[in-house]
């Protein structure tokens, strides 16, 4: 049942307590919304309708929406992205490989608050590694400045490993969003050796002045403990886990939960 207009829902979790709607966090919430799109066009037409979801993610609390349009636009077509432009009233994220061309346009054309890097292959179906910012440094500094010289922050896909963010830093970009992947899986078994690469890149990223984000296969069981240990965490990005929870939750109740996940006195 949707709540009277003007009012906010209770929020249920997953203990099925009820606490008030979450207002501010210290760490943003960007919700990927790519499983969405899956989901729309396994059946063709416009269910569910992906600008709405958007849209009412933003109200639910979503303190950002991120997109990754892939050439074969399995999932995100690059006709959503430029539909999602004038509609969206929190931060714009757009994710994807600068060397293709068509994704460059794109994110020019669309002209996002952030474009985050990522080193896909064409077919590649999740993102599974982060950019050798030095093998390829002379290509992300013509990159970075390229998006930087239109207005649009910049963040570097990269593994936990201090070189590859101070790599990052040299060629200009202005945040490293840290593949978490690893962290999910070693958080499982040893989450104190899992979380501390993640700790020497992030106060390497804060000492060279860059923005920190994460994203990849953060939870609602391992992002507090992350949120927690990591210092200058600015944004994640979650999606695959959070549309999942949603199924459960509903979606309203899904991101606060998210949300409480990121609250320091949580």
């Not at 963010?165 to 840290?178: C, K, M, N, P, Y």
């Amino acid at each position: 049942m949707m709540p009277p207009s003007g009012r906010k829902a209770a929020i249920l979790q997953p203990d099925f307590c009820f606490i008030p709607a979450l207002t501010f966090s210290m760490t943003r919430l960007s919700v990927n919304i790519n499983k969405i799109a899956t989901l729309r066009n396994s059946r063709g037409g416009n269910n569910p309708d992906l600008l709405k979801v958007a849209q009412d993610l933003e109200v639910f609390g979503a303190e950002g929406i991120t997109v990754h349009p892939r050439p074969d636009e399995r999932h995100i077509r690059y006709a959503d992205v430029r539909a999602l432009v004038p509609l969206l009233r929190t931060e714009f994220n757009i994710e994807g490989n600068p060397k293709e061309d068509t994704f460059v346009n794109l994110v020019l054309e669309a002209n996002p608050a952030q474009v985050t890097l990522v080193p896909d292959a064409t077919n590649q179906l999740t993102s599974n590694h982060g950019w050798d910012t030095h093998g390829e440094a002379d290509f992300l500094k013509q990159s970075i400045a390229r998006f930087k010289a239109a207005g649009i922050r910049v963040s570097v896909f990269v593994d936990p490993v201090v070189s590859l963010v101070e790599g990052a830093a040299a060629v200009g970009a202005d945040r490293v969003e840290l593949y978490t992947e690893a962290y999910a899986k070693g958080f499982l078994q040893h989450p104190e050796a899992a979380i501390a690469p993640y700790i020497k890149a992030a106060e390497t990223a804060h000492r060279l002045g860059l923005g920190l984000n994460a994203g990849h296969d953060l939870d609602l069981h391992n992002l507090r403990y992350f949120a927690t240990h990591i210092p200058h965490l600015l944004e994640v990005s979650i999606g695959h886990a959070l549309i999942s929870d949603a199924l459960y939750y509903g979606l309203e109740n899904t991101v606060q939960l998210y949300r409480k996940q990121l609250q320091p006195s949580a």
